[in-house]
């Protein structure tokens, strides 16, 4: 018998299913001005520099400041007997370097070295790795089993074209957590989420103002909040990305802040602007709603024109009912280029910049672009939670990071 949280696995695994199996590259240019480093307000000597992670470190985005904290990488074995991975920048001093749980942490020397942005595991090491033959989905040793649909959420995977697909340890337990300290010189602040006072300015006021804050999200699994390790009661227990950023939103502005997470895995924008769904968002009588839709659409098949015309319904048919309320909608961190078209979702998000150009009280949250970015450094590998089209903890808390990006001065 299949429980209900082993039919929800299977949810997910099979709208996956209907993913186009396309892929294009992408990247943004440009740099961080030149400057005093020490002006960022989370600036850190790093010789003063050392490992923590509470709900500031979670949540405060790095690009304010030259500290990274617990970005994962899986190190692979690619055929020349070094298991090796990617950072995104170059640490200027390693902080720690831990397992999924953040519970275990390496030793450097003894466990991994690092040169520029490559972490090496050592011959002798601890560190968890697969080889480049085990991510196509050969010679993957015992407990892991190819099986679907899945029997067990830790131990069995399925291929999907080229990605290896599961919610179990075969991903998350091989990825590594690295907190390091880096030059600002490196990030492209111009692909960054900033504050805007004139993005969500209604909302802006009532958080300034100590009022109470009504704010919904409505989408798909990502905002949802699958592959968050809280998700499934896992270690570390990270909350999914809108309630990390609602919730310290509350602290920062010591504004009640009540959310309500309307998503659902496996949705499309079909869904999403049927009469049911406008009315359950409008009923919350929301401040602000965050939409993420885009991924589904774009498997099954959706032109960026119906994507659009459906974001336009959900938005218009809540704003009837809401006047004074405000949308983001979220343009998507990319799911996996081998399984996903990256150049047709571009297309989506073009219609979403019409969108706002054109619609008071609309604007966007670009997650894309900054994900694009990352993986011309990194593997996908690196930094989902299914391999195929979920973020995992470090890239929810990329989302928390910019919504609360566009919201707080930091």
């Known amino acids: 018998m299949t429980s209900s949280f ?65 970005e994962t990488v899986m190190l692979v074995d690619r055929g020349n007997g070094i298991a090796e991975g990617k950072l995104q920048y170059n640490p200027v001093k390693v902080l720690s370097v831990r397992d999924y749980t953040f519970k275990n942490e390496y030793k450097e020397d003894e466990d991994y070295i690092v040169s520029g ?40 995977y399925t291929m999907m074209g080229k990605a290896l697909f599961t919610e179990g340890t075969l991903i998350y337990g091989h990825q590594v957590a690295v907190s390091y ?21 209604r909302l802006h006021s009532r958080l300034e103002t100590g009022k109470p804050v009504k704010m919904d999200i409505i989408g798909d699994s990502v905002a949802e909040g699958c592959s968050s390790s809280s998700f499934f009661s896992r270690p570390p227990y990270m909350p999914n990305f809108f309630d990390m950023a609602t919730d310290r939103l509350a602290e920062i502005y010591d504004s009640p802040v009540e959310a309500r997470n309307r998503a659902l895995g496996g949705m499309t924008s079909d869904w999403g602007c049927a009469p049911e769904q406008i009315q ?54 990319t799911p ?50 299914n391999g195929v089209n979920h973020v995992n903890d470090f ?12 919201l707080v001065q930091y």
């Open 280 to 333: 359950r968002v409008a009923a919350d009588e929301p401040d602000v709603v965050y939409i993420h839709f885009g991924i589904n659409d774009l498997g099954s098949g959706y032109l960026p024109e119906r994507y659009i015309e459906n974001i336009k319904s959900l938005i218009m048919g809540v704003k009837e009912r809401v006047p004074d309320c405000e949308f983001v909608v979220m343009e998507c961190f």
């Open 336 to 385: 996996n280029p081998d399984s996903y078209s990256q150049a047709n979702m571009a297309m989506y998000w073009q219609q979403v910049s019409k969108l706002v150009a054109e619609t008071e009280d609309v604007y966007a949250l670009d997650l894309f672009t900054l994900s694009t970015e990352m993986l011309r450094y990194k593997q996908y590998i690196d930094v989902t939670g």
């Open 181 to 201: 300290v880096f030059n600002p010189a490196e990030v492209d602040l111009t692909i960054m989420p900033a504050y805007d006072e004139n993005v969500l300015p």
């Open 117 to 156: 942005n490559s972490i090496m595991r050592t011959a002798n090491s601890e560190i968890p790795y697969l080889t480049a033959e085990n991510l196509r989905g050969n010679n993957i040793p015992a407990p892991y089993r190819n099986v679907y649909p899945p029997e067990n959420i830790i131990t069995d």
């Open 395 to 406: 890239t929810s808390r990329l989302y928390a990071m910019s919504i609360l990006a566009q």
């Open 6 to 70: 082993g039919k929800t696995v299977i949810s997910l695994m099979l709208c996956a299913l209907f993913a186009s199996f396309a892929a294009c590259g992408g990247g943004g240019t440009g740099k961080h001005p030149s400057g005093n480093d020490s002006d960022l307000p989370g600036y850190v000597d790093p010789d003063d520099a050392v490992y923590k992670f509470g709900k500031e470190e979670w949540t405060t985005p790095y690009w304010a400041g030259n500290v990274m904290y617990n």
